[in-house]
């Protein structure tokens, strides 16, 4: 370091380890980064397109089993619907890289959907973990809300259940939920940033 030092000077060595320009920092309270990603129908899906909505992200991996536990007891379809059927735009993540747990194809992942009786208003597939890094999701599940104005409200756990059970489901409470009911309601959001809990998010090395 302080070969660097000498080398660049300080004024430019401080420079160098700022992040690149344009870099936005997913946080809870600031401005949502926008992305571009393709679904599992081969659509564009922008973030920006959707200003004006709520969003949430849900970081997905069928074979998580913390993941399962929310699918396999229809938890997962039902917040969709509900939500979805409010206005919500709701996009499921898939980040796990070509070759690792949990990577699918869009045709594999689509046949799931069906099979789940799953209701996102789309899939993202994100194999080059692009969206996953830009909002530091760690596991599946991990949950995002995003309010209207493009801010992001909640960033944590679907709920305060860190279990694979499926029957520790009855009676949790539900954060997403709590969040996009709060802020509809016109208040701020009591829970904003829990620790998410499940299996990692398996991104390229």
Known sequence: MKTLVRLFGGAALAAMLLPAPGFAQARVGAPAPDFSATD????????????????????????????????????????????????VVWFTVISSARGEQGYVTPSE????????HADPTAVLMDPEGKVGRLYDAKTTPQMIV???SGKMIYDGAIDNRPTPDVEDIKGADNYVSDALTEAMEGKAVATPYTRPYGCSVKYAE
């Open 146 to 148: 995003i309010d209207p």
């Open 109 to 116: 992942e689509n046949a799931y959907l069906v099979k789940m």
């Open 40 to 87: 599992s129908h081969g659509r564009t899906e922008t973030l920006s397109h959707f200003r004006g909505k709520y969003v949430v992200l849900e970081w997905h991996n069928r074979g998580c089993p913390y993941t399962r536990k929310h699918y396999i007891s229809g938890n997962m379809q039902a917040l969709q619907r509900e939500w979805t059927a409010k206005g």
